[in-house]
């Protein structure tokens, strides 16, 4: 079985300060994990994916994810937000031989100005 | 290469009724899989699709089933309408694999009255 759980439904940051969104999974085996934002009205963009090569793995936009296993996170970062990165963000779990996606019930990322 | 597409973007029907959504691939993918999206609920797995076949099912009724042609493209189909069944819907395509990276369409709306 797999799921994920994003540990925040709401996080408002200030333009230019840093951006963390948590998520920790469950998984009977080697997760693939992925990052997707959902602007209003669209569907959804991939930000970033990891599988099992580097923990640390970057994505479009200035987005990073480390995946620590001993803690089963995949939590989110970006150093400085942006107004455009107003959204809502989902973690997302599959694993080989298992080609649906599990995910999370997202987080809503507020930017103030 | 083009991107998922998916008609109507938008689609009012009433209850009782049926509908058909369609999905169209990138090219090159085998495999397309088909997620609701509700506030209440969040994203859910309907169903995937690889090679024509079904491989994959998620935990809706039998009003909802799909298709898949030999060029890839996908519908998938909503018997008797409920209110219930008002959410974006959403198709992803990949190459096929558990792990792979799934894209998607910007969704079909879906306002059942």
């Known amino acids: 079985a797999q799921s994920v759980t994003q540990l925040d439904s709401h996080v408002s940051v200030s333009e230019g300060t840093p951006v963390l969104l948590r998520c920790n999974y469950s998984?009977?085996?080697?997760?693939?994990l992925f990052w997707y934002v959902q602007h209003p009205n669209k569907g959804l963009q991939l930000l970033l994916k990891?599988?099992?090569?580097?923990?640390l793995v970057k994505g479009i936009n200035g987005f990073e994810a480390e995946f620590k296993k001993s803690e089963t996170s995949f939590h989110l970062t970006k150093p400085s937000a942006h107004m455009s990165d107003a959204a809502e963000y989902f973690c997302?779990?599959?694993?080989?031989?298992?080609?649906?996606?599990?995910f999370g019930t997202g987080t809503r990322l507020t930017i103030i100005p | 290469k083009a991107g998922v597409t998916q008609t109507p973007r938008y689609l009012i029907k009433t209850r009782g009724q049926q509908v058909t959504l369609s999905c169209s691939p990138i090219?090159?993918?085998?495999?397309v899989s088909w997620y609701q999206q509700t506030p209440g609920q969040g994203l859910q797995f309907l169903f995937e699709?690889?090679?024509?076949?079904?491989?994959n099912k998620g935990n809706f009724p039998g009003r909802f089933s799909g298709r898949q042609f030999s060029n890839s493209r996908s519908e998938m189909n909503v018997s008797t309408l409920e209110l219930g069944d008002s959410a974006l819907y959403l198709c992803?395509?990949?190459?096929?694999?558990?792990?792979?990276?799934?894209?998607f369409g910007p969704g079909t709306r879906l306002t059942v009255l």
């Open positions: 997302v779990v599959s694993t080989l031989g298992n080609e649906k996606l599990t």
């Open positions: 998984s009977s085996y080697s997760p693939s």
């Open positions: 990891y599988t099992s090569a580097a923990t």
């Open positions: 090219s090159g993918h085998r495999s």
């Open positions: 699709y690889f090679s024509e076949t079904q491989r």
């Open positions: 992803a395509s990949h190459g096929g694999s558990g792990g792979d990276t799934q894209y």
